[in-house]
């Protein structure tokens, strides 16, 4: 199933008629549409030079959480240790920012520019560990892809 996708995503990100961040968000629902168990596929980056993320383009249900702060959730911990954090069930995370209760496990892989981590996709599932090492490499695949439009 990934392979496809992602012979898919170059495509997709060189529209040309398409803002970044519209390329973005074309890319969340491609995803979400997809990948039967990606319910909510969103974009979160660095807000400036404050140490906090700021939610970018997304597909799924709205989030309250706009503005997270480095070290908090999921996110803000990947925005920290630079390495990706795979939660196969959200109950079981103290350190752990709901978005809905609907939501059972995560997926969030760091976004590098030049080496930097500058960002983060971030996967919300309804399903019960779901995500394998081929998620992991997938996604690293479309921030690597990501990177080069940013
Ligand atoms: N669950 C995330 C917060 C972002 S929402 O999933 C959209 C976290 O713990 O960082």
Not at 82 to 106: K, W
């Amino acid at each position: 199933m990934f392979e496809k996708l992602q012979s898919k995503i170059p495509t997709l990100l060189q529209a040309e008629n398409l803002s970044t961040d519209e390329k973005l968000k074309e890319l969340c629902l491609f995803l979400k549409n997809e990948i039967p168990y990606y319910d909510w596929v969103g974009f979160y980056f660095r807000n400036g030079e404050k140490e906090e993320l700021k939610l970018g383009p997304y597909a799924g249900a709205p989030t309250d959480h706009e503005i997270i702060p480095f070290g908090k959730g999921i996110c803000g911990q990947v925005a920290l240790s630079n390495s990706n954090f795979v939660v196969p069930d959200v109950s079981a995370q103290d350190n752990y920012i709901a978005c809905s209760i609907s939501v059972r496990s995560e997926i969030v892989v760091p976004l590098f520019v030049n080496g930097k981590n500058i960002g983060q996709i971030d996967i919300d599932s309804e399903t019960p560990d779901p995500f394998s090492e081929a998620d992991e490499r997938f996604l690293e695949f479309v921030n690597r892809e990501v990177a080069k439009i940013l």
